[in-house]
């Protein structure tokens, strides 16, 4: 929408040619036809108004100012409009970034942009309003221009859209407000608008110190091991297993005081990936804004944390300062991340994001792969192909190896560059087949909510051996790189790779006589052979910790006999004759162990042991009413698709048990899942039980007391609130539920 500055402004413009062209017109004439020369007459006149209008503009705009600083109100009926420039940005259901803010008697009217994917939604909640920051005064949206609320607004191919948003005026006093969306969460809500535009902000540097370092910064320092070329190998024999501490302190700058109790508690997520455990490490924000985490590691790696969101690198030895902020940019990021220090630790934090982006020099996001899959088994192929060849170029080109060298990094700090590289290449590749093979199913939702899937006899499957075959040349570099639990996303490259194609269509092969083979794949040929490799030793660590996973919970209900644990014990036998790194095997055998321990000694842990006071007082909060019933604990979330189609098909269990001694909690996060949105949907699909909302910082805590960092996760808890087993497969034992009543 036009600015009504402009529009005046154009007018006022317009009607001064008109003026002058009328001027020259009458004096042209009356000279040529009547000898009168007016220029004598209007000359003076003529300087002496613009002279006049000089003046009034000065003295207006000295007024201006010094009224904008000093208000007196004459109680005129009509105000003009105040322009004001804001560099802060609003959050809807995605963001909408402000571009200018207009000031009327009869309205407040934000000039908007709204941001997301192309094809995707946003959406502005008719509820949307304007709080002061000093007062908490709301004052509500009158109307929007060129769109509606409460109503799917669709981005175009460039991702954004303007709107304007007309508000309540605000009072006279109000320089500083938020907006504010119920329903949204906290922090991911907007603080800190000015009414004032600012001529000059405060840098990054002014407000976290001078010990803070950019990536120019740091590139300026002189470049170590200019001969370095990547080199897997040398990581070896390197002890993954060992646990290393490293102190992470977080300063959390512009935290509105309104986000204090969702910021209170923060945690720390991280995996060990040769087990797959999963660890929390909550710590409450002191009084100035900052936590102090000490992180037990068993690899360097990215630590999660929440609820800023964002993926620290940390090392064993290392204390690293990381500067951030509560407030997010238009894509709920973080606006700034800062960090302090010449470790290794803070170079590759800084280095990295920047040298990764300088090396791919194209985007591979979303947009690159819905634009694939949108051409079909074609456009998918030639995509991948370009991946492909994007990998083996990084690896080649001398450019890129050049671009690595000339950093003050060490070679370690170089290969997981490369490492971090690399593996946002074959991450994509990996979506890109996983959300293609996504296709060959017809999905249909059915009357009572579940979800029914049928094979699409038209799906042109992928040819896998064709798409792995070039890689598979550097195989070394790739599959045989133990650097890849240490890299940026390791959780999604991890994951993408050990559960892709490669191993579970193409095949592992072990030995010559056990090959597993997809129907639409012919006879491989030597080169898919992954035996010895880091990535294949991961593959066989992470599948003995699950089966060691199911074989100690069953043994926890009874279900396990001496059978299954000699069975374990010829298994994980033939695990290590498989395995070629003593690190990776070593998890497998610590695992085993454990295994003997509980099921040998009866030496069953109670992790209520390790919970602190005030985690052992949330517990009772949540649980002592039910007290006297077996409980089922769901943790889940609106957001999470798994949990809600697992409540669905629990419901008739739900059903079932409704008059025994048995209960069924859901838990989830109010901030995360509104009670309102919350309790509509589960009004709306009948599921019953009993429905707990608890604070970010009660869900924090409640993670790390279960050891989960991703949701569904459920919990099987005792009569008399003890936990019988912290990770209950709820699927597996729906239908002997009350076998598990008479048992317990």
């Known amino acids: ?108 009217i934000l000039h908007c942009t709204l941001h997301n994917l192309p094809n995707n939604w946003v959406r502005i909640n008719d509820k949307i309003v304007l709080q002061d920051a000093q007062s908490s005064k709301s004052f509500k949206l009158l109307r929007t221009d060129s769109v509606k609320t409460n109503e799917l607004i669709w981005m175009p191919q460039s991702g954004s859209k303007s709107c304007v948003l007309y508000f309540e005026p605000l009072s006279k006093n109000v320089k500083l407000f938020n907006m504010i969306e119920p329903g949204t969460p906290p922090y991911e809500q907007t603080y800190g608008i000015q009414l004032k535009s600012t001529t000059k902000k405060q840098s990054n540097k002014t407000l976290i110190g001078n010990q803070a370092k950019t990536a120019d910064d740091y590139l300026k320092l002189p470049s170590k091991n200019s001969d370095w070329t990547f080199d897997p190998s040398r990581y070896k024999d390197l002890d993954f297993c060992k646990s290393q501490s490293a102190t992470l302190r977080i300063h959390v700058a512009h935290l509105p005081n309104v986000l204090r109790t969702d910021f209170g508690v923060m945690s720390a997520k991280f995996e060990n990936q040769f087990n797959r455990k999963e660890n929390v490490i909550p710590c409450e924000l002191n009084k100035d804004n900052c936590v102090e985490f000490q992180i ?91 991946l492909s060849d994007k990998t083996i170029e990084l690896i080649e080109s001398d450019k890129m190896h050049q671009i690595i060298r000339n950093t003050p990094l060490s070679i370690y700090g170089k290969d ?50 064709s798409i792995y075959r070039p890689l598979l040349k550097y195989k070394s570099l790739i599959y045989d790189n133990p650097l890849v639990i240490s890299e940026s996303q390791q959780w999604t490259f991890l994951n993408r790779t050990l559960f892709g194609p490669l191993f579970l269509k193409i095949g592992i092969r072990f030995h010559p006589e056990q090959y597993y083979l997809s129907k639409d794949i012919k006879k491989p040929s030597e ?169 970010p910082s009660e869900w924090i805590q409640l993670q790390a007391m279960f050891s989960f960092t991703a949701i569904p996760r459920t919990a099987l808890i005792g009569r008399d609130g003890k936990i019988i087993q912290y990770t209950f497969d709820v699927y597996s034992n729906a239908g002997k539920l009350k076998n598990l009543l008479n048992k317990f």
């Open 416 to 465: 997981l560059l490369m490492t971090c590289t690399l593996c946002q290449y074959l991450t994509t590749m990996e979506d890109m087949m996983m959300y293609y093979d996504d296709h060959k199913y017809i999905v249909k939702t059915k009357a009572d909510g579940s979800i029914e899937q049928k094979l699409d006899s038209t799906f042109i499957p992928l040819d896998y051996e």
């Open 296 to 386: 037990p590691l068993n690899a360097p790696q990215f630590v999660s944390i929440m609820p800023i969101m964002e993926n620290v690198y940390v090392q064993g030895g290392d204390t690293l300062d990381l500067y951030t902020t509560a407030e997010c940019n238009s894509y709920r990021r973080v606006r700034y991340k800062s960090f302090c220090g010449n470790s290794e630790s803070a170079m590759i934090n800084t280095l990295i994001p920047v040298l990764m982006k300088k090396l791919m020099n194209k985007e591979y996001d979303y947009h690159f792969i819905e634009g694939a899959l949108k051409q079909g088994n074609e456009g998918v192929k030639k995509a991948l192909k370009e």
């Open 1 to 108: 929408m036009t600015n009504n500055t402009q529009i005046r402004t154009k007018r006022i413009s317009f009607i001064l040619a008109l003026l002058v062209i009328a001027y020259v017109a009458v004096d042209t004439y009356l000279f040529t036809y009547h000898k009168i020369n007016t220029t004598t007459i209007t000359t003076p006149v003529i300087i002496g108004l613009v002279v006049t209008i000089l003046l009034c503009g000065l003295l207006q705009r000295f007024f201006y100012t010094w009224l904008t600083k000093n208000p007196i109100n004459f109680s005129f009926d009509r105000q003009s409009p105040i322009i004001t420039d804001s560099g802060f940005e609003i959050k809807t259901d995605c963001a909408d970034e402000i571009q200018t803010i207009e000031q009327t008697t009869n309205a407040t």
């Open 527 to 695: 080169e898919f052979n992954m035996e010895g490799t880091f990535m294949n030793d991961l593959y066989i660590s992470q599948k003995a910790a699950n089966r060691y996973n199911y074989l100690l919970n069953d043994y926890k209900l009874g279900k396990c006999d001496s059978t299954r644990l000699l069975a374990e014990e010829m298994q994980t036998t033939n695990d290590l004759m498989k395995m070629h790194y003593p690190k990776v095997a070593y998890s497998v055998m610590d695992g085993y162990r454990n295994v003997v321990k509980t099921t040998e000694g009866n030496n069953t842990k109670d992790i209520t042991e390790t919970w602190t006071p005030a985690q052992k007082a949330l517990w009772d909060k949540l649980t002592s009413q039910y007290h006297g019933n077996l409980m089922l604990i769901d943790f889940w979330g609106m957001s999470c698709g798994p949990c809600r189609q697992g409540m669905l098909n629990m419901r008739k269990y739900v059903e079932e048990m409704k008059n025994e001694k048995f209960k069924f909690l859901y838990i989830c996060n109010e901030s995360v899942s509104p009670r309102n949105k919350a309790e509509k949907w589960m009004s709306e699909s009948k599921i019953n039980g009993e429905h707990i909302y608890v604070t």
